[in-house]
């Protein structure tokens, strides 16, 4: 799995992902939120609409994310989660913490 990021507006950093959130992504998820953190842009967005399977390694990483990004005062979003995933939030009740946005630009708009 890749992650390329972007910068939205002074302190968002966006996210994005392909392929499987899995034991073998889901730390380099946690590095690529951290290292917005510590470079002043606690606002994560994590663009999941490429991301076609998640598995709790990969739910584990972005309660790790969120986690991160509060201690510094910022937030996380996630961003139009495909099918598998939606249901893998969706059961793990992680949907009522991290709510979906449906674009991943205008998640920090509210």
Same mark, same amino acid.
């Given at each position: 799995?890749?992650?390329?990021?972007?910068? &939205?507006?002074? %302190?968002?950093?966006?996210?994005?992902?392909?392929? /499987? $959130?899995?034991?073998?992504? !889901?730390? /380099?998820? /946690?590095?690529? *939120?951290?290292? !917005?953190?510590?470079?002043?842009?606690? @606002?994560?967005? *994590?663009? &999941?609409?490429?991301?076609?399977?998640?598995?709790?390694? =990969? $739910? =584990?990483?972005?309660?790790?994310? $969120?986690?991160?990004? /509060?201690?510094?005062? =910022? %937030?996380?979003?996630?961003?139009?989660?495909?099918?598998?995933?939606?249901?893998?939030?969706?059961?793990?009740?992680? %949907? @009522?913490?991290?709510?979906?946005?449906?674009? !991943?630009?205008?998640?920090? %708009?509210?």
């Amino acid at each position: 799995m890749e992650f390329k990021t972007e910068e &939205l507006g002074k %302190d968002i950093t966006l996210v994005r992902g392909n392929g /499987r $959130l899995n034991m073998i992504a !889901a730390p /380099r998820l /946690r590095s690529v *939120v951290a290292y !917005a953190v510590e470079n002043g842009r606690p @606002r994560v967005v *994590v663009d &999941l609409s490429e991301v076609e399977f998640m598995d709790s390694s =990969g $739910l =584990g990483s972005l309660i790790s994310c $969120l986690k991160t990004v /509060r201690q510094a005062g =910022g %937030d996380l979003r996630i961003a139009a989660p495909a099918t598998q995933v939606s249901m893998v939030l969706s059961l793990s009740n992680v %949907d @009522r913490i991290l709510k979906p946005y449906a674009v !991943a630009e205008t998640a920090f %708009d509210d």
